[in-house]
């Protein structure tokens, strides 16, 4: 499999345009997370997704970003307009579960899934 | 708020000592936990876990350690190696839920 695939690697645009960033989970993969990551912040989760549905958008920083999952094999993170803030390294990942991670029952241990991180955009907004 | 903290931004270790990676987090709902491993230009991987009905877990050079009662879990890598220089987060998650809470990360250099 080809991971959890990103495009672009790199973008670099001005301030007030927009900015559209893409993520190709793994196949049959029933979850799909998008986070940013800044020196201050470390990695942060903004949205994710559950069978294509948005779940938790509540790390979505403002109305100018929203995020879309038309299909099980594709996401897009829209800035719009984008501001110098916004500059960091936004990650997509996806993890194959599709119940949440159920904790313990009578001492047996219940596992959530791995999630797997695509290589990252770094995001640039002059 | 950060609820998990990493307070240790870097930290140098000569190859073949152990390297001890620390993590607080502050919601006790936490019930589990990760370490993600992070190279340059890539995106962090999977390295271990640990659910708080254990204290311990290891995998080969890689051992966690959970003590609930101080909220506070540690990586240790015994013995460590250049390789393992890289950036390393902890995460926390609370049941009924797939949020990953990540710390912001401790730069482990291992000199050769």
């Known amino acids: 499999d080809a991971g959890v695939i990103q495009s672009p690697r790199h973008e670099v645009t001005e301030m007030g345009q927009e900015v559209t960033l893409r993520c190709k989970p793994i196949s049959g993969h029933n979850s799909l997370f998008w986070y940013r990551q800044t020196m201050m912040r470390g990695l942060e989760l903004l949205i994710y997704f559950n069978n294509n549905v948005p779940i938790d958008d509540s790390g979505m920083p403002e109305d100018r970003f929203s995020a879309k999952m038309p299909n099980a094999s594709f996401s897009t993170l829209k800035i719009q307009p984008s501001e110098p803030r916004d500059s960091a390294v936004y990650f997509c990942a996806s993890s194959p579960s599709t119940t949440p991670w159920t904790g313990t029952s009578g001492g047996i241990e219940t596992s959530t899934d791995t999630q797997y991180f695509g290589p990252g955009t770094r995001l640039t907004v002059l | 708020d950060q609820q998990v903290k990493q307070n240790s931004p870097s930290l140098s270790v000569q190859e073949g000592r152990i390297s001890i990676l620390n993590c607080d987090y502050t919601?006790?709902?936490?019930?589990?936990f990760l370490w993600y491993k992070k190279y340059p230009a890539e995106g962090p991987t999977f390295l271990i876990s640990?659910?708080?009905?254990?204290d311990k877990n290891e995998d080969g050079r890689f051992t966690v350690f959970l003590n609930k009662s101080a909220k506070h879990l540690s990586l240790h890598i015994v013995p460590s190696q250049p390789g393992d220089s890289a950036v390393y987060f902890c995460a926390a998650s609370a049941r009924g839920t797939y949020k990953y809470i990540f710390g912001t990360g401790t730069r482990l250099k291992v000199l050769a």
């Open positions: 640990i659910s708080s009905i254990k």
């Open positions: 919601n006790s709902m936490f019930d589990y």
